[in-house]
Antibody
Framework: QVQLQESGPGLVKPSGTLSLTCAVS?????????WTWVRQPPGKGLEWIGE???????NYNPSLKSRVTFSIDKSTNQFSLKLASVTAADTAIYYC????????????WGQGILVTVSS | DIQMTQSPSSLSASVGDRVTITCRAS??????LNWYQQKPGKAPKLLIY???SLQSGVPSRFSGSGSGTDFTLTINSLQPEDFATYYC??????????FGQGTKVEIK
């Protein structure tokens, strides 16, 4: 079955860069799906960060576009997120997820990882 | 960006009740609307895609309807495991794929 697992530091200093990786099993990162990041500040709703395709093509949320970079590693079947110049407002649970093209829905999610921005 | 507005933000219901949650888009999104369920401390789970199609493994007491700008998630005969927060998400045309603010279903 398809599984996704986020990993990375749980604490990042203000003005630093948040870096997370999502390991995919049960599906190939080179399949025809999009690989997605979503975040959720504590006690709040879901925010779509963006998505990346096997070709490296990306779509980012305009609100974060200037600070976010996605990458994909076919050799390890992983994809990654980097968010620069973080502030306390970036403190959130970060989820990776698979988006199937038809019907364009997030059908598998990682368990999430809490990242706190604090000095 | 397309804005998604859910109502109510929260509701209290009893086991066995029928519950209806609505989601309104700021412009027509055809049937490109998904519903997710999120329990405390867990990742969201896909319930309904394309407005009315039930994801595999989801109980048939969940149903979705609507098209254009107005959508509904209905839970028939609410079960104890259904107490959770529900989110709609649009996937129409171009990103960003926005979520509603969520509806928390609590025990009365």
């Amino acid at each position: 079955q398809v599984q996704l697992q986020e990993s990375g530091p749980g604490l990042v200093k203000p003005s630093g860069t948040l870096s997370l990786t999502c390991a995919v099993s049960g599906d190939s990162i080179s399949s025809g799906n999009w690989w997605t990041w979503v975040r959720q500040p504590p006690g709040k709703g879901l925010e779509w960060i963006g998505e990346i395709f096997r070709t490296g093509s990306t779509n980012y949320n305009p609100s974060l576009k200037s600070r976010v970079t996605f990458s994909i590693d076919k050799s390890t079947n992983q994809f990654s997120l980097k968010l620069a110049s973080v502030t306390a407002a970036d403190t959130a649970i970060y989820y990776c997820a698979r988006k199937v093209v038809i019907p364009s829905a997030l059908d598998h999610w990682g368990q999430g990882i809490l990242v706190t921005v604090s000095s | 960006d397309i804005q998604m507005t859910q109502s109510p933000s929260s509701l209290s219901a009893s086991v066995g009740d029928r519950v209806t949650i609505t989601c309104r888009a700021s412009q027509s999104i055809s049937s490109y609307l998904n519903w997710y369920q999120q329990k405390p401390g867990k990742a969201p789970k896909l319930l309904i895609y394309a407005a009315a199609s039930l994801q595999s493994g989801v109980p048939s007491r969940f149903s979705g309807s609507g098209s254009g700008t107005d959508f509904t998630l209905t839970i028939n005969s609410l079960q104890p495991e259904d107490f959770a927060t529900y989110y709609c998400q649009q996937s129409y045309n171009t990103p960003p794929w926005t979520f509603g603010q969520g509806t928390k279903v609590e025990i009365k």
